[in-house]
């Protein structure tokens, strides 16, 4: 196939889409440079940490990307995913940081008194009480958020509904657990 044919926007993402390995390849030669100067731009990070980033975009290209008709729209396309992937890895190294940080101070607190013990076993069986009463979706989302076992979008597409429906799934069960834990606290 011709240069001029392969470097087609409209060609390339449309033979990428059927699984065209060659496309794909020679999508990964033209812009995978390009990619890895905008990461870098972006994320004044090293270069290893921004060959990570690109490498994740590049994946995501060969899985989801849309047949586009043109250059710029697969530069614009390109672009915002980097930008994306970018955010997307500095804010999970931000909550892993944070996470860190928490339970690196809570182990060099001084040992709690006995009755604090007692009050944070209370809430934590109320909080395991009130989760069994959830769905099994919102138990599954609730699991993905906050254990470690996937992304809440990797559930949704195992549970067969959208990303978007199990943002609100997770949100509406929190909010829930979050007031029936006001009224619970203020109750006794």
């Given amino acids: 196939m011709a240069h001029d044919q392969q470097a087609d926007a409209r ?3 449309r033979r990428i889409r059927a699984g065209d390995e060659a496309a794909f ?10 990619a890895l100067a905008l990461a870098r731009a972006v994320s004044r990070r090293d270069e290893h940490w921004c060959l990570d980033v690109v490498q994740d975009v590049m994946m995501a290209v060969a899985e989801r990307i ?5 250059d710029e729209q ?6 915002r995913s ?9 804010r999970s190294e931000q909550r892993r940081e ?5 339970t690196a101070s809570a182990a060099d607190d001084p040992a709690e008194e006995p009755w604090q013990q007692l009050a944070a076993d209370e809430r934590r069986q109320w909080l395991l009480a009130s989760v069994a009463e959830l769905s099994l979706t ?12 996937g992304t809440v979008t990797e559930v949704a597409a ?4 959208s990303a978007d429906a199990a943002h609100g799934r997770l949100r509406r069960a929190l909010v829930g657990l979050r007031r029936r834990a006001r009224e619970w606290w203020h109750g006794r």
Avoid: H, Q
Wanted: with cysteine.
């Fill in 11 to 13: 060609t390339i993402t």
């Fill in 25 to 34: 390849t020679r999508f990964y030669e033209l812009w995978f440079a390009p």
């Fill in 66 to 70: 849309p047949v586009l008709g043109s």
């Fill in 74 to 79: 697969l530069r614009a396309w390109l672009a």
């Fill in 82 to 90: 980097v930008v994306n992937a970018v955010t997307d890895r500095v």
């Fill in 98 to 102: 944070r996470r860190e940080r928490c």
């Fill in 138 to 149: 919102e138990r599954d989302l609730l699991t993905a958020r906050f254990g470690g076992l």
């Fill in 158 to 161: 195992r549970l067969g509904i």
